[in-house]
């Protein structure tokens, strides 16, 4: 496809391609949608193979965060970054400043922050180039560790799940499976152990494991945690998992987790929904890391306004789930059905505004 054509097949505002020779930076920005605000989205640096691959990167992670930030309710819009390098290897304060110049001549149409490959203390490189820069760590005035709202995120959201599950959101004696025990799960664990609900979890990194037995939690090996005897399946490590091959394996009643993108296909979410699995849509519970972000915004990060709003999390997934149930369709299209209402019903006071 033409790059005009995959931009327009989206509704995609604007690409940018910046190169800078002196330090090798070659960087793809795409801006999404700004009906709500500034585009924001973190900065992902990847070595990838194509050119191709990296602008049809940018602008799938682009849009995934308009209606992010949409069904937040933040005054956001949507945008990524990507560099294409490899973050450990090729990653510099040159590159990261190179980068931050072209940010900065955005004007504040793209505010960035971080992602695969890029940390908080890169985006204070990239501060020392543009002010249109969130995630900084807390020792610089920022809102610092994104994964501890996004853990707190997923919980509200597996509340909400819950009480449409068995009619009470109590998550005692539930077991959950989480999949992937990294950042953001640890932090959902530590919520739903205060609610003493059992959790077994499985990764690929011992050291993660060590820290699961350490807590006292049982370890299952990856490939067992799809068929493990439980009542919520949270998806914590990768994209893609929940699809043919592992939704017959299921026995929960819930999938609610952090990972990104976790349907393979919108076939998947409608393959829950028939089987009365109640899905919490991975950028509904995931979304706790942009609130905090945005929290930092124009004034002096607050965490406990990042906190309130995070917990409305819950109140937003009862809303998925009511649209889900008018409207008979899966959870996954009621969220984005909800983002949408969101940007169109904006887009309709503007038009209001300019006729006038
Ligand atoms: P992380 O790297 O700290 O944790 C991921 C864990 O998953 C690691 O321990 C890794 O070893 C494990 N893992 C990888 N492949 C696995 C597999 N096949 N089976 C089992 N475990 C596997 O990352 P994180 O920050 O906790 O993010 C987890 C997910 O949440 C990612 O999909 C990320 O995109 C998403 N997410 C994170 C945030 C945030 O604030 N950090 C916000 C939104 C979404």
Known sequence: ?????????????????????GSGLKAIIAIHDTTLGPACGGTRIWPYKSE???IRDALRLSRAMTYKAAAADLPLGGGKGVIIADSHTEKTEALLRAYGRFVDTLGGRYLTTTDVGSTGRDMEYIKQETDYVVGLPTTA???????????????MGMKACAREA???????????????FGKVATHTAHHLMKEDAKLVVTDVYDGALDRARDLGLTVVKPDEIYGVDCDIFAPCALGGVINPETIPQLKCKVVAGGANNQLLSDADGEALHRLGIVYGPDYILNSGGIINAEAEIGREYNPERAREKTERIYGIMEKVIAIS?????PTAKAADRLAEDRLNSVRGIRQVYRSN
Request: aromatic share 6%; proline share 0%; charged share 20%.
């Open 52 to 54: 191709q691959e990296a």
């Open 325 to 329: 149930k008018r409207e008979e369709i």
């Open 166 to 180: 068995w009619g009470n959101e109590s998550l005692t004696g539930k077991t959950v499976a989480i999949q992937g």
């Open 141 to 155: 005035g920022g809102s610092g560790d994104t994964s501890v709202m996004t853990g707190l995120g997923i919980y």
């Open 1 to 21: 496809m033409e790059i005009f054509e995959q931009m327009g097949a989206d509704g995609h505002e604007q690409l940018v391609m910046v190169s800078d020779a």
